[in-house]
Every structure is written in C-alpha cells, then in structure tokens.
Antibody, heavy 120, light 107 residues
C-alpha cells in the first residue's frame, strides 16, 4: 500500500524559508520510473504543480517559482524535501506531495496535505 | 503554459442524474489529460488518465472522452458520494497544469 505524508511548519513569517518533508512508504524512489511531486492549493482555489524529482535525481520546477524552489530526496529515508525561500502571504496554501510513475505519468497517490499559513 | 478551462464552474444536479463536465485546453494536449475528484478536506483522487482510461478501482459510471483541446468527464448516474470538485490536468508540456475545477453540488 502506497502512503505519503507531508510535514512542516503550520505558520511561516513573510520572507522566511519554508521546508516541507514528504515521507512515504509502499514504494522506493530508487526504483526505475518513480517520481514525487509537490503541488499546492490556496484556500478555495485550484491546484498548482510546483516541482518534481525522479528516481534518477532529475528535477523539474515550475519556471515562475524556480528561483525560490529546491527539491531533493533521501532515498534511504524514503523522503522528499521541498524548500521555498522568501515566503509571501500569497504562498498560503495546502501543500501536497504526490507520486507518479513514468508509465502512467499522473498523480496516482497523494498525501493528506499540510496547510501552511504565511503571516506576520 | 497550457491553460485548462473547466466549465461549468458549478453543476447542480440530483442523485441519479447524468453529469457532463468539460475541460478545454489552450493548446493541444493530445490525449495527455487526467481527471481527479476532490472532496472537502481530502487530497485529489485520480479518476481518469490519458483522457479515457479509468484508474484502478474507479466505478464504471465515470467515463472520459476527447482529445486535442476538448475533453469531457461524464458521470452516468450520480451517486451521493460523487458530489465533489473535479479537476482536469495535462501532462503534455511543462509546467504541468490543472484546470480551475467544476463543483458538482446536490440540487
């Protein structure tokens, strides 16, 4: 059974750096074709894909946010970490991590999400 | 960036009725489109991939069609558990993008 769970701070001050961790089980990011993405959803709004890391350490970012985003993985711990710098109140959202598999290439398993509020 | 436009924004129907949801793409995405269902406080769930393929465990009342720039998700007979928000998503080009969603509410 594939499970993912996001963790990180619920409240971040403007200009600070956000660090989120996705801990997963039921698959390995060392396995050919596995991928993990971060996706966010502002309250009452639509989903926005942010970044993806692949089993071979290839990384992909939303171009408009690229200067602020870094994605990394720790295969031994089954974790993916997203950092986002210079947080702004507009970054307030629920942040999800989700798995995709190269053969399917869509998000077939998601974490429950973690709400991050940016406020002073 | 490929923009996905979903219509209508809200669909008001009764249980048992047929729901037809649309997703239009600003550029062709071929068949590289998925549909997700999201209920309040929950993560999205993959329903349909590559425009017309049901994901594992998805009931047969859900079907998808279309290609290029026009796509449709049909729910053949609404069950009470189907009242939710539905999103389309393309994987044809970067960045991966989602539509704005269609909320299916009970009349």
């Amino acid at each position: 059974q594939v499970t993912l769970k996001e963790s990180g701070p619920a409240l971040v001050r403007p200009t600070q750096t956000l660090t989120l961790t996705c801990s997963f089980s039921g698959f390995s990011l060392a396995t050919n074709g596995m991928r993990v993405s971060w996706i966010r959803q502002p309250p009452g709004k639509a989903l926005e894909w942010l970044a993806r890391i692949d089993y071979d350490d290839d990384k992909f970012y939303r171009a408009s946010l690229r200067p602020r985003l870094t994605i990394s993985k720790d295969t031994s711990k089954n974790q993916v970490v997203l950092t986002m710098t210079k947080m702004d109140p507009e970054d307030t959202a629920t942040y999800f991590c989700a798995r995709s598999v190269r053969a399917l290439s869509y998000f077939d398993s998601w974490g429950q999400g973690t709400l991050v509020t940016v406020s002073s | 960036e490929i923009v996905l436009t979903q219509s209508p924004a809200t669909l008001s129907l009764s249980p048992g009725e047929r729901a037809t949801l649309s997703c239009g793409a600003s550029h062709s995405v071929g068949s590289c489109l998925a549909w997700y269902q999201q209920k309040p406080g929950q993560a999205p769930r993959l329903l349909i991939y590559d425009a017309s393929n049901r994901a594992t465990g998805i009931p047969a009342r859900f079907s998808g069609s279309g290609s290029g720039t026009d796509f449709t998700l049909t729910i053949s007979g609404l069950d009470s558990e189907d009242f939710a928000v539905y999103y389309c998503q393309q994987r044809r080009s970067w960045p991966l993008t989602f539509g704005g969603g269609t909320k299916v509410v009970m009349k």
